[in-house]
């Protein structure tokens, strides 16, 4: 272990090339989060889920009184607009990962008591094509849902849903294409007997078509999927 000194002007000699920043706004700032107060006062919360099958809010239910059955509930943090998609595009691109920490707490706590009650058994997150992922080196998803795994006491559940074919990224695309180019691009290992009801992890959720077919796709190898649960959601 370097002395107290010599970590303090390492310290010193890294925030002079790497200075730390806001990730929202690109400020000078500091803390374990990277984001300073006035960002996170302008992320703008959801008070309640809501379904992305009918796109009705949902307060204080386990699933749509329209939809029943057919219920794709969204438990998501905050509006998809800046700051917070800049924290998001840092976190999915750029190779920052404390956002996932951060969201998974923040996540964590706003639907604990729905979390409990959903008795999931695992959290399943939203695969990236193996080529995206080992270009990017990380499926941002996936750290989302490892840490939302520890601070749940749910499983994580990486390897019963794949995605096998490669697709035009869904931003470029306009809405109506979106659900086309996801169809059938996931796999799913039939379900085993211990793990059949399961949280579905996503950053972001824009037009749902993507966490929908990965629903739809685990729901017909077995799997219940009791909710989806999202950094952010919306279509800017
Ligand atoms: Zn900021
Ligand atoms: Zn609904």
Known sequence: MPAIAEQEWLKGFLDFFFPPLCLGCGKYYEDEDSICEACFQKIEEFAHPLCLNCDSIVPGQSQCPICLKDSALLYVYADYRPPLKEIVINFKFRGITSPAKTFARLLASKFEKQFADLNAQAIVPIPLHAARK???????????????ASLTNMEIADNILYRHKRRRPQARLKL????????????????????????????????????????????????????IVAIAHGLL
Do not use: M, P, W
Not at 134 to 148: C, K, P
Not at 185 to 207: H, N, P, S, W, Y
């Open 134 to 148: 080992n270009q990017r080196g990380y499926n941002q998803a996936e750290l989302l849902a490892r840490e939302l």
């Open 176 to 227: 109506e294409k979106r659900k086309d180019n996801v169809a059938g691009v996931f796999t799913a290992v039939k379900g085993e007997k211990e793990i059949k009801r399961v949280l579905l992890v996503d950053d972001v959720v824009t037009t749902g078509a993507t966490v929908l077919e990965a629903k739809k796709c685990l729901e017909q190898n077995g799997y219940t999927v009791v909710g």
